[in-house]
């Protein structure tokens, strides 16, 4: 049979293109660090390791270098010989190639005997990240250096396995991960400190108000909630993952501008169905940080988090004793009253702030009632003063409090806060109209309720602050890539 000459040479065309832009191997020039040190690579082949140099010390026969791609904490050690080391200094990136070897020494299980290396940039003794340590105010102001840092680095690997862990929960239990968006026509707190959106386009008159791109007022959003209960209506199970944006005027170690929130809304569960999740959300993350990062933890545990009267480290311990445990479940009225007793008992001032019958829980308040009264435990604080709580929460039948909780963990505070949204139309609206709200403005939101309203609520993860339990820093300054606070934008 004859082949036409075009259909073969069309045939032979698309081969050599299919060959030329397709691969089935890795398109990666060397493994990480992290895997040549964790699998079971054999030793003495050859390899290629490309990274940036944490520590030089020359010798006069050989000299070791430090090398770190940022995919693990301790890095790997490479020998060679005093002719190629001369020029690297501590933070020049380069190419090694030579021969994996076990190592003789009691820090790493492998080492890297090179045969050629390779200077792909260059660093001179200016690097402000030398081998020592540093505070981390010091880190914070050369922050886009910051993740070349064992700290850094690794904060960014735990922060990127909580937010798989997160996210793995989910997936198992069928909810649908949404995109909120970002801009939004609503407060959803109500609190008022919300970042407003002007449009850069000037005006000709300067006396003229500006331009409101949107032909109305618009905020970044400050939750993404009120969204994602659109979505909950429909879907039953949704979360969200995204930042979030709140202009406090605020200095303390537990306030950010932006910052990154996980929310929740299930639908067809009560109060206690929505405490079960949360905890067990939370103790899926723990579990999966620890199975991933074990190096990292270990990192954190000895070097960042507190330690007891004798300096044994507490993080590790802490962590485990939350997933072991259940977390305790009171009422608002229990923690007053577990407040009230302490006060009675104490022979001087316990508290700076009161704690009556309606007053709010303050920083205080949260941390005796984990350290103390709960002996270092995670403690859920349900059904508070209907007061104190924005209009979406639900109204308990008979009383004058809403079906919600705060999530109070130990050393942090508040680290969740949740409740059932109220799905009745009537009450919500009259909720809405004494909190002075525009209802034309929530007319959706109302029509959520109006068409087959469902049981629902929802909870709001504060990711920063979760870091702040993973790793037992203390500021939220330090857990997150690029922070940003009341007069700082820097980057």
Not at 50 to 57: A, L, M, Y
Not at 231 to 255: I, Q
Not at 415 to 425: A, H, K, P
Request: net charge neutral; proline share 4%.
């Amino acid at each position: 049979m004859n082949v036409h000459p075009l259909r073969s040479c069309t045939r032979s065309l698309f081969t050599n293109f299919n060959r030329r832009f397709y691969t089935t191997e890795s398109p990666f020039s060397s493994p990480t660090i992290r895997s040549l040190l964790l699998t079971n690579k054999k030793t003495d082949t050859s390899v290629t390791v490309h990274g940036w140099v944490r520590s030089v010390r020359k010798q006069k026969q050989i000299s070791f270098v430090n090398i770190n791609d940022g995919s693990c904490v301790k890095g790997l050690q490479a020998i060679l010989n005093p002719e190629q080391a001369e020029k690297l200094n501590t933070g020049t990136c380069v190419e090694l190639k030579g021969t994996l070897v076990n190592s003789p020494g009691k820090e790493q299980g492998k080492e890297l005997q090179v045969n050629s290396i390779n200077v792909l940039g260059e660093c001179d003794g200016t690097f402000p990240m030398q081998k020592k340590r540093h505070s981390f105010e010091y880190l914070r102001t050369i922050n886009h250096l910051r993740a070349r840092g064992n700290a850094g680095g690794a904060l960014l690997r735990v922060r990127h396995a909580a937010r798989q862990g997160l996210q793995d929960y989910f997936a198992k239990n069928e909810f649908t991960q949404i995109d909120t968006p970002i801009l939004t026509s609503h407060d959803c707190e109500g609190g008022g400190e919300v970042f407003k959106i002007q449009s850069g386009k000037k005006n000709h008159s300067p006396s003229s108000k500006p331009e409101e791109f949107f032909h109305q007022s618009t905020y970044l959003t400050v939750s993404g909630q009120l969204h994602a209960e659109m979505f909950a209506s429909a879907l039953s199970r949704v979360y969200t993952f995204g930042p979030v944006f709140r202009a406090e005027e605020s200095l303390t170690s537990r306030h950010l501008a932006e910052f990154w929130m996980l929310e929740a809304e299930i639908a067809f569960i009560d109060l206690n169905n929505l405490l079960d999740i949360t905890e067990q959300s939370i103790k899926h993350t723990i579990r999966h940080v620890l199975d991933t990062c074990p190096e990292e933890m270990e990192f954190f545990n000895q070097f960042v988090g507190k330690k007891d009267h004798e300096k044994n480290p507490l993080l590790l311990k802490r962590l485990q004793k939350t997933m072991d445990q259940g977390f305790i479940r009171m009422t608002y009225d229990d923690a007053i009253q577990m407040l009230q007793q302490a006060e009675q008992k104490s022979l001087k001032k316990l508290f700076q702030f009161p704690t009556t019958y309606g007053s709010s829980l303050q920083s205080e308040h949260e941390r005796y009632l984990t350290s103390e009264a709960c002996q270092d435990q995670p403690v859920f604080v349900t059904n508070y003063p209907s007061h104190q709580k924005p209009f979406y929460m639900r109204e308990n039948d008979q009383e004058s409090t809403v079906a919600c909780f705060d999530l109070l963990v130990p050393g942090i505070g508040e680290l969740v806060g949740g409740s059932m949204r109220e799905e009745r139309e009537k009450v919500l609206e009259n909720k809405m109209k004494l909190a002075g709200m525009d209802i034309e403005e929530y007319d959706w939101y109302l029509e959520l309720r109006k068409y087959g309203s469902a049981p629902h609520g929802g909870y709001g993860i504060g990711f920063e602050r979760l870091m702040l339990m993973l790793t037992g820093f203390e500021n939220v300054r330090e857990v997150v890539p690029v922070p940003r606070w009341v007069g700082h934008c820097k980057y």
